[in-house]
């Protein structure tokens, strides 16, 4: 144990999931990584008091959508140090992971998402725009037109597959549904969407359906 550390946080409620560690002590850090943590009394050439403050790793946010600078500041003073927008996601992964290059304090990631892939294809205006802003993929467009409500052509469902396939190539890290939110989706073009994300190794993030022509009988169909 060094004599002194470039920085010590002191008495800090320290919690480390994965290590099953909770207790109030001390954390020595140098050159940006932690050599010490415990309750002996360490001292550094910089200390923090973090009494009644909460030390741990940092929280990675699954269903962030505010995906903006200001939110993301908001969000790092809440702990949060990853912030994925995996339910809505993307049409365009490309354009957003270019977006926020160099710009943003949190780690960041997004999915190919279903909704907006949907309308998208299906020409659908959207509505609900709830901002404005720099970042493409921040704003939510939920679509109110055949996004919504129509069934899919075989070749619209083509379209669909290939648009979300090539999201999973450029970069996506899941694959977004709210199934809630386009009704006119057959199950079987859900079904589609699924076989691709498995085909990827993909995991699915679904905001479930309750309503619609296609109400679901059992949690499967939902
Ligand atoms: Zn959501």
New binding site residues.
């Given amino acids: 144990m060094p004599a002194k550390y470039d920085l010590v946080l002191k008495r800090g409620i320290i919690i480390d999931p994965e290590r099953e560690i909770e207790l109030v002590g001390n954390v020595g850090v140098n050159n940006g990584v932690i050599e010490y943590l415990g309750n002996n009394d360490v001292t550094g050439f910089k200390e923090l008091d973090c009494t009644d403050l909460i030390i741990s790793p940092g929280f990675i946010d699954l269903?962030s959508?505010g995906q903006d600078p200001e939110n993301y500041a908001i969000q790092v003073s809440d702990g949060v140090t990853s912030a994925l927008e995996l339910?809505?996601g993307t049409d365009d992964v490309e354009a957003w992971y270019s977006s926020r290059k160099g710009k943003a304090c949190v780690n960041y990631g997004v999915s190919v998402g279903h909704i907006p892939v949907r309308t998208t294809i299906m020409d659908d205006p959207g509505g609900e725009i709830t901002r404005t802003s720099e970042l493409k993929g921040e704003i939510i467009r939920l679509p109110i037109a055949d996004g919504a409500n129509k069934p899919a052509s075989k070749l619209e469902i083509k379209r669909i597959n290939e648009m979300i396939e090539n999201g999973l190539k450029n970069g996506a890290v899941a694959v977004g549904m709210g199934i809630a939110y386009t009704p006119g989706a057959s199950w079987w073009e859900i079904l589609e969407v699924f076989k691709i994300a498995a085909k990827y190794d993909a995991v699915c993030h679904v905001?479930m359906r309750g309503w619609g022509p296609n109400t679901p009988n059992d949690a499967v169909e939902g």
Avoid: C, G, I
């Fill in positions: 269903h959508h339910e809505y905001h």
